[in-house]
Structures are given as structure tokens and as C-alpha cells.
T-cell receptor
């Protein structure tokens, strides 16, 4: 079936470092991808999205890279801060009006 | 961005009782709403897709008679957990999308259900 997965369950970095969180997806029909941040006890918070006609998109301190050839998605966080500590999920969608499918999540821990 | 409000944020109920969770889109009309369940340290698992004015579509393995979904208006969907059991204890999250173009889904704050 369709699935989206993540490579690493946990990532620990020092404050100020750059973080890279990876995600692999299996549905070649997926054309829309989103990264979400989830803090404990809260709903997912939108970080950045990218459509399949792009391979890179930048936001504030974050960059998403999409490699459709190998079906890989990554989230780069520049100058990681303690407030970035959370679980990060990638999600994908292949058609408007259908649900996002979530990957397993990576827990990012940022130490001062 | 658009706001989705979910209520209650936490609820504790006794085994055998029913609990209703509300999901409202506050500043947009949500043609489609989705219900997810999340167990500790796990990802969000889609339970059902809810379209306004029609029956919900449930994912495989989700009991439609146990998890009743109503989407009576373009701004409100409800999930009722009937005859709750301790194994139904989980974090329930709703999301909503705005329209026909594939775009960001907006999530509620989640509801922590504990069945004792």
C-alpha cells in the first residue's frame, strides 16, 4: 500500500547546528508534500510544503528538498534552536480532497 | 492561516460510555474533514474521511459503528466514540482542507481521550 516513512527515529543536535531530517515515500503518484512539527500533546503544525514540479523550496530557516527520482524528501533546519525540539513528520498526498498520509516521525532534540 | 478548533482538548470517561469530539473550521468552509488517531510515540493514522452531507469513508480496520462521524455542515464534523474501552484511549486529531486544489491541511489541537 501507499506509505511514507522516515529514516531515523531520533536526531540529536547542538544549538546552532544545522539539522537534516529525511523521509522516503513510496507512492510515485504523490505530488504534494508537507513537513509538520508536532510538540507533545498538540496537533501537527505546518512548516513548509513543496509540490512535485519543484525540487527545492525555502522558508524561514527551513528548506525542503525533493528528489522524485529516488522518492526522497528532506527538511533542513538552519541554526537549530531549543524551540525546534519536537517530532517532525513528512506527509504526502496524491490528490486534492484526499487525506495526507504521514510518515513515522523523527524526534529532534536540541541541546544548549 | 486557517484555523481548525477541536474540542475538548482532554476528556476522561468511564468504560462503556460514549464521548463526542467536535472539529470546527473557524474561518473557512471545509468540504472535507479527516479524523486521525495517534498512539504514543507513533504517527498519525487516518481513521476516516468525512464529507459534508454524506457518509464518512472509513479506513480498513476502523469500526464505523464504534467511531461515529457526522459532518452536518461545512464547518463542523464530530467524532463519537461509542461504548469506549481502555484500548480506545488515544490522541484524536482532526484536519480540514479548503477546496479542490491540493493544498495544506489544517489541523486541530487534538483531543486526549483516556478511558478508565
Amino acid at each position: 500500500g501507499e506509505s511514507v516513512g522516515l529514516h531515523l527515529p531520533t536526531l540529536s543536535v547542538q544549538e546552532g547546528d544545522n539539522s537534516i531530517i529525511n523521509c522516503a515515500y513510496s507512492n510515485s503518484a504523490s505530488d504534494y508534500f508537507i513537513w509538520y512539527k508536532q510538540e507533545s500533546g498538540k496537533g501537527p503544525q505546518f512548516i513548509i510544503d513543496i509540490r512535485s514540479n519543484m525540487d527545492k523550496r525555502q522558508g524561514q530557516r527551513v528548506t525542503v528538498l525533493l528528489n522524485k527520482t529516488v522518492k526522497h524528501l528532506s527538511l533542513q533546519i538552519a541554526a537549530t534552536q531549543p524551540g525546534d525540539s519536537a517530532v517532525y513528520f513528512c506527509a504526502e498526498n496524491s490528490r486534492a480532497g484526499t487525506a495526507l498520509i504521514f510518515g513515522k516521525g523523527t524526534t529532534l532534540s536540541v541541546s544548549s | 492561516g486557517a484555523v481548525v478548533s477541536q474540542h475538548p482538548s482532554r476528556v476522561i470517561c468511564k468504560s462503556g460510555t460514549s464521548v463526542k469530539i467536535e472539529c470546527r473550521s473557524l474561518d473557512f468552509q471545509a468540504t472535507t474533514m479527516f479524523w486521525y488517531r495517534q498512539f504514543p510515540k507513533q504517527s498519525l493514522m487516518l481513521m476516516a474521511t468525512s464529507n459534508e452531507g454524506s457518509k464518512a469513508t472509513y479506513e480498513q480496520g476502523v469500526e464505523k459503528d464504534k467511531f461515529l462521524i457526522n459532518h452536518a455542515s461545512l464547518t463542523l464534523s464530530t467524532l463519537t466514540v461509542t461504548s469506549a474501552h481502555p484500548e480506545d484511549s488515544s490522541f484524536y486529531i482532526c484536519s480540514a482542507t479548503q477546496g479542490i486544489v491540493n493544498t495544506e491541511a489544517f489541523f486541530g489541537q487534538g483531543t486526549r481521550l483516556t478511558v478508565v
